[in-house]
């Protein structure tokens, strides 16, 4: 599983389409509206009697700056009491779904998204996890992965003390870049030092996880400067990295009109600054585990993969796909069983919504059997790099060749260029492929064929 990334950019050139990053399948472009309240309750109920056991997001839109390059959903503002109203239909909502569910249910998985979410004030932070504890079964043994993603602009020892002690114990801190130069074309500055603090004090306080982000095709990046950053993030010896390909998509995110499309790396750059960042993790003891992560070996990450146990959900890779997933706040996405639904993404909306006693659902999906079929190939391909036809076929019911024919022309050409190993019983994704892992999933979605397709980002 832990084979060398073989760096072809001839073949990265070829397979570099745009496409997703299958967090889900079907994936979110994929929704529709007509998806209503009624049909969460339901999924929730067939939950509840199933006693599946849960993963809840959190997401907390609002932020104090603006940071040009973000695609998320959130809401600027320097005005912290607009964070009141918000947490008060937040905790309508929690109260709405938890009728529903089983208080055996265990709360196997916490993520707090954003937006930041230390945008929150101290009482405001403990107040929603008693809430969560007071509608949910959160565990009491520091078992669980409850993470929260952190700005380090927005957080020192206090607030890490804090969160420790109301319960996480994994954290991702947002850094992209430690370049001023770069820092001043995306608008966040942020110093070495504000990250520094932060992580020393997520280790002296044993939190289990650290993640740190980086994203490489910022504005007035170079090659040599993104790998001082590695270097530098490297030395602090987090213990997952993402490295993210910036996407400059102006025409979607209004943030990103303020970046000087001349400032932008050249493409050969970026291919560049990703291979000497795939060089520098390796050499420090990093494994690419897919999708842009990097974990050391003994992460949870790195074992699940090992083991064969590694999943995907809206989280990215996780322990705990296996969970239903219920979203909570504007935009949140729930998965619980075949039904996807999310709720509204326009905060005023939201808020009305759930001041008058109603949950927030606009839009989603119901899932068939041939999307259950093709999520659990994509989720073998991108979690583990293998496919066993057998496997499959004695899940589902099919024959493979048959069922995925219209598939197979292009799985041999991906033979031929030297992606994959394709048998009459396997699929193993070489060390050549292994950066391309989207591109060979993307054979498979039935929504999206290989080609350049506007919504999504390039894979490389």
């Not at 970046?259 to 750059?269: G, K």
């Not at 585990?289 to 064969?308: R, V, Y």
Request: aromatic residues 8%.
């Amino acid at each position: 599983m832990f084979d060398p990334i073989c760096w072809n950019a001839d073949l990265i050139r070829r397979y570099d389409n745009a496409g997703p990053r299958y967090t889900s399948y079907p994936t979110a472009t994929q929704f529709v509206d007509g998806i209503e309240p009624s049909d969460l309750v339901r999924a929730l109920q067939l939950s509840s009697q199933a006693q599946s056991p849960l993963s809840l997001y959190v997401h907390i839109p609002f932020c104090a700056n603006i940071c040009y390059y973000c695609a998320c959903n959130k809401v600027i503002t320097k005005d912290r009491s607009r964070a009141e109203p918000y947490l008060q239909s937040l905790y309508r909502e929690i109260e709405l779904v938890s009728q529903h569910v089983d208080p055996a249910q265990e709360i196997q998985q916490l993520h707090f998204g954003g937006g930041t979410p230390t945008f929150l004030a101290h009482d405001q932070l403990r107040g929603l996890l008693d809430k969560l504890r007071a509608h949910f079964n959160l565990r009491l043994d520091d078992a669980g992965d409850y993470s929260i993603e952190i700005d380090p602009r927005e957080a020192d020892w206090a607030t890490m003390g804090l969160l420790r002690e109301i319960g996480f114990n994994r954290v991702s801190f947002g850094v992209q870049d430690l370049d001023p130069e770069v820092q001043r074309a995306v608008n966040r500055l942020q110093t070495l030092e504000q990250t520094q603090t932060v992580m020393d004090a997520a280790r002296a306080l044993q939190y289990r996880s650290i993640n740190i982000d980086l994203i490489y095709g910022l504005p007035k990046q170079t090659r040599s400067g993104f790998a001082r950053t590695v270097d530098a993030i490297i030395a602090m010896k987090p213990d997952r990295l993402s490295v993210f390909n910036y996407a400059h998509l102006p025409e979607r995110f209004l943030p990103q009109r303020r970046i000087e499309t001349a400032d932008l790396p050249s493409p050969q750059d970026k291919l560049a600054m990703l291979e000497d960042t795939i060089n520098q993790l390796m050499s420090a003891g990093y494994r690419y585990i897919g999708m842009d992560h990097f974990a050391l070996p003994d992460d949870s990450l790195s074992s699940a993969q090992e083991n064969g146990e590694l999943q995907r959900n809206f989280q990215g890779y996780t322990t705990h796909g296996h969970c239903d997933l219920i979203g909570l706040g504007v935009s949140s996405i729930s998965q619980v069983g075949d039904l996807f639904s999310q709720n509204t993404s326009d905060i005023k909306v939201y808020q009305h919504t759930l001041d008058s006693g109603k949950l927030a659902t606009r839009r989603g999906l119901e899932c068939h059997a041939d999307d259950r079929l093709r999520r659990a190939v994509i989720s073998q391909l991108i979690c583990h790099s293998v496919l066993d036809f057998t496997a499959i076929e004695q899940r589902f019911g099919i024959v493979f060749v048959d069922y995925f024919a219209d598939c197979l022309p292009v799985l041999e050409q991906m033979r031929r260029d030297g992606l994959i190993q394709l048998t009459d019983r396997k699929i193993r994704i070489l060390p050549a492929g292994r950066l391309l892992a989207r591109s060979i999933c993307m054979v498979f979605d039935a929504y999206h064929a290989l080609e350049n397709d506007q919504r999504y980002s390039r894979i490389i």
